[in-house]
């Protein structure tokens, strides 16, 4: 247990429909042994725990992100949960979720995680939503606690899943997940719900955030 950090700590980052696809568990892979980072009730790292055994009936805040990838027309990658996951088993959500490992920078830890699941590589990689953060609860009781900023980029070609982690896929419009989030949030994970009602009305927000970069207002 890594002891707890001092004010400059914090946590930041920086601003800046097809057929679904079913995978096959024939390629089924086990992802390396690794620890998430626990933070305080200011955000602050506190310590480290294993990522495995981290989530429970009173899981303790820890740091995660999520990401929206769309291909080159602007449409999101939806992912479907694989069935035995621990948390939230079969049920469709946004392209890719995952833990920073101590020490590691968020916008990597994404690039590493997509392409441990996905096999994807991005570009225009970008957070769009750098505080959000939430507590979610599921049927079985077990707990999301988590600090999660949300990134945005463009994915490379389809994707390869990991059938350990994913078990469908597909390519959706913006609007129509959008639209499905609003009407029936029940069909999708707790935070992908949260994520979208905090996204902007506005703008797709691939375009959204390559206009801030654009604009030179992106930190």
Known sequence: MSPQGSDSDVVTVPRDAASPQTVSRDTASVPPADEVVLLDAE?????????????????????????????????????????????????????????????????????????????????????????????????????????????VARALGDPDPDPAEVVEWRWVEWDDYRRVAAAAPWALSPWSVDQMAAFSAAAHPLTAALSLVSGGTHA
Not at 61 to 81: C, I, M, N, Q
Not at 83 to 105: A, F, I, M, Q, Y
Not at 124 to 151: I, Q, S
Request: proline share 8%; glycine share 8%.
């Open 43 to 151: 955000r602050r790292p506190c310590g480290t725990a294993p990522r495995i055994a981290v989530h429970g009936l009173d899981t303790p805040l820890h740091l995660a992100f999520s990401s929206y990838l769309f291909d080159p027309s602007g449409r999101l990658l939806v992912t479907r949960r694989a069935l035995d996951k621990r948390t939230w088993p079969g049920v469709w959500t946004n392209s890719c979720c995952g833990h920073p490992r101590p020490g590691e920078d968020l916008a990597r830890a994404v690039e590493r995680r997509v392409g441990q699941e996905l096999r994807l590589e991005l570009t225009d990689l970008h957070c769009a939503l750098p505080d959000f953060a939430y507590r979610a609860t599921a049927a079985d009781g077990l707990v999301e606690n988590e600090v999660c900023p949300v990134y």
